[in-house]
């Protein structure tokens, strides 16, 4: 466990704005639809992926109604949606993972190739980037009434009961989700790249099709 960066919690705040403004529930859905595609069916129980992804819904207000909604439809809108990880290397040479959910592929290697090279980085190949990170469940979590967030780094599958577990201990849970975490980080210091970094990484992030965006910035 470990003390939380500045710039997480800018993210994090940021994905809390993009909720409140109604645009992250499409990215919610897709979340659902492709655990449901790729960890083995809709119960929640037998599928820890959809069990997060269900979770993560729920963090973000999504109504349970919606959530029903897109388990009943799951079989007819999983057969286009395909998902697919990017791997490239943005501004100033830092590897970027970019999750991706989309039912045209073709169209979203297109406009994400342009997204790199317009900020002078280039899309690389399957394994390029993905050996510098590791696959880990990510917790948030803070004491009620301390300011001091912490961050703690589980196996993957054990995320929902390492979840539990810190409640139960009387922690706040602000954030659970399966991340890639990097091996070592690139220090960029100078802040004129910083902000080249930061609105490359946002424009990824805002794109409809993807689901998480990981750096080793």
Do not use: C, W
Not at 67 to 93: C, H, K, V
Not at 99 to 120: C, M
């Amino acid at each position: 466990m470990s003390g939380h960066s500045h710039f997480a919690t800018i993210k994090r705040q940021k994905g809390l704005k993009d909720a409140a403004k109604g645009n992250i529930f499409g990215k919610l859905s897709k979340n659902i639809s492709i655990a449901i595609k790729s960890g083995g069916g809709v119960n929640p129980d037998m599928n820890f992926r959809l069990r997060i992804a269900i979770d993560k819904a729920k963090e973000f207000n999504m109504p349970k109604d919606n959530i029903d909604r897109i388990l009943r439809s799951a079989e007819q809108r999983m057969e286009n949606i395909e998902e697919i990880t990017y791997e490239g290397f943005g501004p100033y040479g830092i590897g970027v993972l970019v999750e991706v959910v989309t039912d045209n592929k073709n169209r979203s290697a297109q406009e994400f190739k342009n997204i790199f090279e317009k900020a002078g980085g280039n899309i690389a190949g399957p394994g390029a980037v993905s050996y510098m990170f590791d696959h880990k469940g990510y917790l948030l979590i803070k004491m009620e009434g301390s300011e001091e967030e912490l961050e703690d780094f589980v196996n993957p599958e054990e995320l929902s009961i390492e979840k539990k577990k810190a409640i139960e201990s009387g922690f706040i849970v602000l954030l659970a989700e399966l991340r890639m975490i990097p091996k070592t980080y690139i220090e960029i210091t100078d802040p004129e790249k910083q902000e080249k970094i930061v609105k490359f990484l946002e424009e990824l992030e805002d794109h409809d099709d993807v689901q998480k965006v990981h750096s080793n910035f």
